[in-house]
Structures are given as C-alpha cells and as structure tokens.
C-alpha cells in the first residue's frame, strides 16, 4: 500500500537481449507485478472490513489479511465489486488483469512453445508480457488510489506507512549483514 496517490507508473526495464534467460526475468517481473496487484486487492479489502468494524486488534487484522489472502484473484474482485462501484474503465481493466494474470501463469509457454525456441518468437513473448507488467503497474495504481483514501479515513497516517517501510528496510539490511 503506497501513499503516495500522484504515483506515476515507473518504468519497465528494457530487455538487453532475447535469450532464454531474458524471458525467465521478464515473466518473473510479470508474476511480481501480478501479486503486488493482488495484494492491493488484499489491502482494499482489509480496508472495507476494517472500516465496517469498531474495536480491533492486531490479531483481527492478520485474521483479515490471512482470510482475504487466501483467496485468488478473482475471488478478491467478486467480492469487492459487491462492496465498491468502480468505474467502467477500472472494472474492465481489473477484469483483463485477472485474465492475463491466470493466462501468464497458467498458458504463456504452451502458447508460446515455438516462440521460446527462436530469437524472434523471444522478442515477442518479452513484448508481450513487457504489455502484462504495465497492465497490473496501471490496474494496481488505480486500486491504490482507493485505498489510500479508505486507510486514510481510517487514521493510517503516510507516517505510519513510512515508519513501518523503514522497519521493513532494516530488517533487510540486518539479513544483509548477517550473513
């Protein structure tokens, strides 16, 4: 969750090359991209929970998350749609993300079989999922946008949200260090 609401969406690397190896990254960004959507969608969900609720403890809220989390894509979308109108373009495009993200995980390389055994037909499979990395980037900003408003309402400050990112950040370097 970001509060920063004026996020623009950040560039997608360029591919150096075609091998094998270039399309493994690129479809491994893609995977990332697709889940810190969903997380979104987690997140906005917690929010709507967590705004319906008066007193709640730590332990409510990684109920939440736990029990939203558990659900996929599609199940997180159903269920918000029935709480949150979002606008036709936002609907159609959370839509198109469920379906390139399960299409990505599920049939990119059968598709793609005879793409990944030349250079051209890897140039084409890294355009293609380069256009599924900027889709969930755009899709999540928009849920992002949301978001930001609901934690804000719930007193979640962009403080608090920095100061727990740093505490995320320095438990990274201690993991850095320690080894």
């Known amino acids: 969750m970001s509060f920063y609401p004026n996020r623009e969406i950040p560039n997608t690397p360029k591919p150096e090359n075609s091998s094998a190896k270039e399309v493994f990254s690129f479809s491994g960004l893609c995977m990332f991209n697709a889940q810190v959507l969903e997380q979104g969608l987690v997140n906005l969900a917690v929010g709507l929970i967590a705004e319906k609720e008066t007193k709640l403890t730590s332990d409510d809220f990684d109920k939440f998350f736990n029990e939203a989390g558990s659900k996929t894509l599609g199940q997180l979308i159903y269920d918000l749609r029935k709480q949150i109108n979002f606008s036709e373009p936002l609907e159609k495009s959370l839509i198109e993300a469920k379906n390139q993200r399960n299409f990505v995980a599920h049939n990119f390389f059968v598709k793609h079989d005879i793409n990944f055994m030349s250079e051209q037909g890897r140039k084409i499979m890294i355009e293609e999922l380069i256009n599924y990395?900027?889709?969930?980037?755009?899709?999540?900003?928009?849920?992002?946008?949301?978001?930001?408003?609901?934690?804000?309402?719930?007193?979640i400050t962009q403080e608090m949200v920095q100061h727990e990112l740093e505490n995320m950040e320095n438990r990274a370097k201690a993991m850095d260090s320690a080894s």
């Open 133 to 155: 990395i900027e889709l969930f980037i755009k899709v999540d900003l928009e849920i992002e946008k949301i978001t930001h408003q609901l934690w804000k309402k719930l007193g």
